[in-house]
């Protein structure tokens, strides 16, 4: 009869690098619902587009490190539903949607529906991206994605809390800029992704142009970022709906 192994046997480790930057927009994104349950409404601003920065970061550690894994693809995903689907929803909640009680008990609950809207929009649209990876042209995403919703959600509370609007006084637009963030997110309307080609060993690559809107938004950044970001997202969320018109126009015409 055979003796058991005295050495205990080690489960299969994780990669440090890359789990470390998105654990730290994971900690962007709690320390922004902190935050604005507080009424720290510019920090809890500030920590989502921290988010989406690391967001953005640890995917190409770990493709520059060769540290891609399963379970960082997942824990990834997870991470980006507490900071680009409840962190915003909570901090568009706390700043203007609670006060649609102030208009009546049934306003009341549209307000916080508006928001959990919002948020399951955001599931929906990361479990429909991470079933699509590997099928869907790299060039484009299929609807809004998440961090450019947040990030026109966090710059919109931003921009009017630094402009002394109230959200008390902005409900009602509060609650259509977060309906139509979740609506655009589960749409099939295509966004560009800005990766490049997306086949080929070049595919990283974009045009030159894209450089030079680079540098001109980080200087705008520098001198008002609550107002450049707003019009860059806004600008982004408004490229989609546009282009697919200009398909159906362009289609339209085509068969007439």
Same mark, same amino acid.
């Given at each position: 009869?055979?003796?058991?192994?005295?050495?205990?046997?080690?489960?299969?480790?994780?990669?440090?690098?890359?789990?470390?930057?998105?654990?730290?927009?994971?900690?962007?994104?709690?320390?922004?619902?902190?935050?604005?349950?507080?009424?720290?409404?510019?920090?809890?601003?500030?920590?989502?587009?921290?988010?989406?920065?690391?967001?953005?970061?640890?995917?190409?550690?770990?493709?520059?490190?060769?540290?891609?894994?399963?379970?960082?693809?997942?824990?990834?995903?997870?991470?980006?539903?507490?900071?680009?689907?409840?962190?915003?929803?909570?901090?568009?909640?706390?700043?203007?949607?609670?006060?649609?009680?102030?208009?009546?008990?049934?306003?009341?609950?549209?307000?916080?529906?508006?928001?959990?809207?919002?948020?399951?929009?955001?599931?929906?649209?990361?479990?429909?991206?991470?079933?699509?990876?590997?099928?869907?042209?790299?060039?484009?995403?299929?609807?809004?994605?998440?961090?450019? !919703? #947040?990030? *026109?959600? /966090?710059?919109?509370?931003? &921009?009017?809390?630094?402009?002394?609007?109230? +959200?008390? $006084?902005?409900?009602?637009?509060?609650?259509?800029?977060?309906?139509?963030?979740?609506?655009?997110?589960?749409?099939?309307?295509?966004?560009?992704?800005?990766?490049?080609?997306?086949?080929?060993?070049?595919?990283?690559?974009?045009?030159?142009?894209?450089?030079?809107?680079?540098?001109?938004?980080?200087?705008?950044?520098?001198?008002?970022?609550?107002?450049?970001?707003?019009? !860059? #997202?806004? *600008?982004? /969320?408004?490229?989609?709906? &546009?282009?697919?018109?200009?398909?159906?126009? +362009?289609? $339209?015409?085509?068969?007439?």
């Amino acid at each position: 009869m055979s003796q058991p192994d005295p050495t205990p046997r080690r489960g299969r480790g994780i990669y440090l690098l890359p789990n470390l930057f998105t654990t730290g927009g994971l900690f962007a994104g709690f320390f922004a619902i902190i935050a604005a349950s507080q009424g720290r409404f510019s920090a809890a601003c500030i920590a989502i587009f921290v988010a989406a920065v690391l967001d953005g970061i640890d995917g190409r550690v770990a493709r520059l490190t060769n540290t891609q894994s399963e379970f960082g693809v997942q824990y990834d995903s997870l991470a980006d539903l507490i900071s680009f689907g409840l962190a915003p929803s909570l901090v568009m909640y706390h700043w203007s949607l609670m006060a649609m009680r102030l208009d009546g008990t049934t306003l009341g609950k549209i307000g916080w529906l508006g928001a959990f809207l919002y948020a399951a929009c955001a599931a929906l649209r990361l479990a429909r991206f991470n079933s699509q990876v590997a099928t869907v042209d790299k060039r484009y995403f299929v609807g809004l994605a998440s961090p450019a !919703a #947040a990030g *026109l959600m /966090a710059s919109f509370v931003w &921009t009017c809390h630094e402009l002394d609007f109230t +959200g008390d $006084a902005l409900r009602y637009v509060a609650l259509a800029v977060t309906v139509t963030c979740g609506l655009l997110m589960v749409s099939r309307i295509r966004y560009t992704s800005f990766k490049g080609s997306g086949t080929g060993p070049k595919s990283d690559r974009v045009p030159f142009v894209a450089l030079v809107v680079a540098v001109g938004l980080l200087i705008a950044m520098w001198v008002d970022p609550p107002k450049t970001l707003l019009i !860059a #997202a806004v *600008l982004y /969320a408004l490229s989609g709906p &546009t282009l697919w018109l200009w398909r159906r126009r +362009g289609g $339209a015409e085509a068969t007439s």
